[in-house]
């Protein structure tokens, strides 16, 4: 699976951003897909995942302003960024991993995501 992310750029605080992510194969649809972000002299942590069902959880730090969704049609899975901080600021990567794995099997490059105050 080849993972393509898109659709970060740079915004001020309190803006929006639509992150996409095309995925190349037939078996998208199998695949937990997530979201995760990793900012200057930090470690890599998961922003948002979506199940094989549908069903989505999201980091604390994100909840009631980000939103992941999934069009398995498409093979593409976007991230909703609303009301976007400063401490958003990161690289953002999309990953893939088989149900029942704990850490994504495959990963696109990143996405650059800037919040200016």
């Known amino acids: 699976v080849q993972l393509q992310a898109s659709g970060g750029g740079l915004v001020q605080a309190g803006g929006s951003l639509r992150l996409s992510c095309a995925a190349s194969?037939?078996?998208?649809?199998?695949?937990?897909m997530g979201w995760y972000r990793q900012a200057p002299g930090k470690g890599r942590e998961l922003v948002a995942q979506?199940?094989?069902?549908?069903?989505?959880n999201y980091a604390d730090s994100v909840e009631g302003r980000f939103t992941i969704s999934r069009d398995n049609a498409k093979n593409t899975v976007y991230l909703q960024m609303n009301n976007l901080k400063p401490e958003d600021t990161a690289v953002y990567y999309c990953?893939?991993?088989?149900?029942?794995?704990?850490?994504?099997?495959?990963w696109g490059q990143g996405t650059q995501v800037t919040v200016s105050s």
């Open positions: 990953a893939a991993r088989f149900a029942g794995r704990n850490e994504p099997d495959y």
């Open positions: 194969g037939s078996t998208f649809s199998s695949y937990v």
């Open positions: 979506i199940m094989t069902s549908g069903r989505t």
